[in-house]
C-alpha cells in the first residue's frame, strides 16, 4: 500500500446523513470482477435524478474531499464503494460517523476517513457550498487547516495512522505472524467439532 | 469467577495475540464465500502466491447474480455469466468446497450454512456480505467483511480487529397476533435508528428470543447491521443445539456430548456485565412495515405516516427526501397505500416457515390481479421441502411465482428488477433508493403482511385478514 502522509484539494459538500453504500454504487454494477471500473458510476444513480448533484458540477471537478454527515458508508459490506470513491479521485471523506464496514474497508484501501464533531461538519459543509474551499489534511499530526482560516485538530486511531503513514497492509502485519497463528489455529478446541465430510 | 457475556467468551477463545495500541488478530473458524465480493480476494492470493490457509472450513455458493429462472443455468448477462465461472475456477484452482446448481445445497450464503449445520454456536464467522449477521442466531460471533479482508482471511485464517463493544438489547413482553421477529427487529430499527448500535454487537435477550424458533432468530440477528451494529447474537439453548443435530456438518455421534457442553459454555453468564444495555418493550406490539428509504424509517401498520416537522432536525430531512422519493403523503394511512408487486424471500424471510405462513395465507386465496408475486426460496433445501409440502401447488394456485433459488428482489443484480414507479412489499431488509429496482419503492415487512397486502393489492395487516377469514 502506498504511504498517505498528507491531503490536500477541494471539498465536495455532500450534505446528506446515511450515505450507503448503495448509494456510493448501485449493486448493477457488481457483476464485475475486477477491483476497478466502478469510478465512473460513483453516485450513479443520485447523478442521473438531479441535474445540480454535486457530482455533476463541473466546480467540483477535480475535488478530492468530500465532506459528510452521519453515519458515511451503511448498508452494505460491498469495497467496490471505497474503490469507486478512490477511483473518481477522491481521497479522504470527511464526516460525522461512519458505519463499521465502510471504515475497515477504507483503511484498507488507503481512503482516509475523518470523523468530526456536527457543528464543525456543518460549518465546513456550508464553506464549500458557498466558496472553493481548499483543505489540507496532515495525517502525521493529525491536523486540518482549510481556507477558511481555520485549524483544526482530529483524532485517529494509532494503528489506523500507522499503517496510513507508513504504507502497511493488514495482510502483511498477519503473513508476520503467521507462526503464532499456525500454533494458535492447531491447538484450537472448539473446531473440533465441525465435522466437514468427505467431498 | 469473573462473569462474562457470550462475546467476550468468544473473544478471548479466539484472540491469536494482541500488541500493544494495535487491534488484535483474531482466528475465524468458518469462512463462506459467493460469487460477487470474492474475485479480487482470490487474485490477490493468486499475485501474492499464497494458498487458502483454511481450506476445510471455507465454502462456496452462488446466490446474488443468478437467475431465479428454471432455467438458470443459461445465464443471460455476459458479466455475471464470467463472475460465476470464475468463482467456480477459484474454487477448483484453491480446492475449496463448493455448493453449484447441481449439488442439492445451493442457496444464499446465510440460508445454507445454518441448514449445513456449519453454522455453530462460539465460532467465529466471516463472509463478504453484510447479512452475515444471521448466523448470530447460533451464538456465533458472525460479521460482514470487504473483499480486501476477506484476502486476509483467505491466506492466514485470521483478520486484525478491535475488541467490539457489546449491547444488551432485552425485549420485554409478548407482540401481539401475526407478529413476528421480522416486525420485532423492524421496530428495534427504528428506535436506535440506522446507526444507533455502530462500535456494538448485540446481544437479544428475554422471554420473546428464548421462544423464537430458529428460523425466527436467524430473521431477527439477520438484520442488525440495519441499526449498524457489526453482529448480532443469540446466546444458545436446547432450541439451538435441537436444529443442529443430525445435519450433515454437525458434530458426529460420538463428538455430540462433548460439543454441547462446550456450546453451553460460551452462553452468557448470568448477571454478566454489558457495555450497554436496553429494554425494548414489545408488549403488543403491531405488525411493522416501512414508509421511507431506509430500515429506521418504520412503524406500526396502524400508524399514519409522520410528519417530517414533527421529526428531529437531521431525521426531517431525510424524512422529506424518503417521501418525495417513494411517492407518499405525511400524515397519511400507510395501510391501503396500492402495491404492484409482492416480494417474498432473502436471507431475512426466504426460510420454510417464511413460505409455510406465506402459503397459508395464500391457501384458497388469489394474488390480487394488479400485483405480480415473486416466492423465491433461501436455498435448493427450501425449495425441496416447499414442494414436499405441496407449498408450491398454493402458491401456483394463488397465482404466485415460485422460483429458483438465490438473491433475487433482495439486491436486484439479476435479470429479477421492480421497474420504475412501481411499488413492492417485500420481506427483505434493505428499501435504499433504488434497491429492488431504479425508481423502485419498497416497504419491508413480514411474509406474513407481504402475502396478506398481495391477495388485497394494497398494504393490509395480517390481523385484518385472520378476523376477515375466520
Known sequence: MKTI??????????????????????????????????????????????SNFVFNQSVFKGANILISQHSFGCGSSREHAVWALLEAGIEAVIAISFADIFKNN?????????????????SMLSFAKKTEYHLTIDVCEKTLTSSQGEHIEFSLDPFYQYCLVNGLGHLDYLLNHQEAISHFKQTQQNRAYIRMPEK | MVKKNIIEKIWDMHKVSQMEGHPAIVAIDCTLIHEVTSAPAFECLKERRLAVYDRKYTVATIDHSIPTRVDRINIKDAAAKKQIALLRKNVEDFGIRFFDYDSGYQGIVHVIGPELGLTQPGMTLVCGDSHTATHGAFGAFAFGIGTSVLSHVLATGCLLMHKPKVMRVHFEGMPGQEVY????????????????ASGYVIEYTGEFVRRLSMEKRMTLCNMSIECGAIAGLISPDETTFDYIKNKPFAPSHTDWQAAVKHWQSIASDENCPYDKS?????????????????????????????????????EKHMAEMALNYIQLNPGSKIEGVSIDWAFVGSCTNGRIEDLREVAAILKDNRVHPSVTMYIVPGSEQVRQLAEREGLDEI???????????????????????????????????????????????THLASPATVATSAIFGKITSPEYFHKEGQ
Open chain 1, 106 to 122: 477504507s483503511a484498507q484501501n488507503g481512503l482516509v476517513l475523518i470523523t468530526l464533531p456536527e457543528e464543525q461538519i456543518f
Open chain 1, 5 to 50: 502522509k498528507s491531503i490536500s484539494g477541494t471539498a465536495i459538500p455532500l450534505a446528506l446523513d446515511n450515505v450507503d453504500t448503495d448509494m456510493i454504487i448501485p449493486a448493477t454494477y457488481l457483476t464485475s470482477t475486477e477491483a476497478t471500473g466502478y469510478g465512473k458510476h460513483v453516485f450513479q444513480r443520485l447523478k442521473d435524478q438531479d
Open chain 2, 181 to 196: 421477529s421480522k416486525d420485532v427487529i423492524l421496530k428495534l430499527i427504528s428506535i436506535l435508528g440506522i446507526n444507533g
Open chain 2, 278 to 314: 436496553i429494554v425494548v418493550n414489545i408488549e403488543n406490539l403491531k405488525p411493522m412495515i416501512t414508509w421511507g428509504t431506509n430500515p429506521a424509517q418504520a412503524i406500526e401498520i396502524d400508524q399514519c405516516i409522520p410528519q417530517p416537522e414533527a421529526l428531529s432536525e437531521t
Open chain 2, 395 to 441: 402458491f401456483k394456485k394463488a397465482g404466485a411465482d415460485f422460483r429458483m433459488p438465490g438473491c433475487s428482489l433482495c439486491i436486484a443484480m439479476n435479470e429479477d428488477k421492480i421497474p420504475l414507479n412501481q411499488r413492492c412489499i417485500s420481506t427483505t431488509n434493505r428499501n435504499f433508493v433504488g434497491r429492488q429496482g431504479s425508481g423502485s419503492y
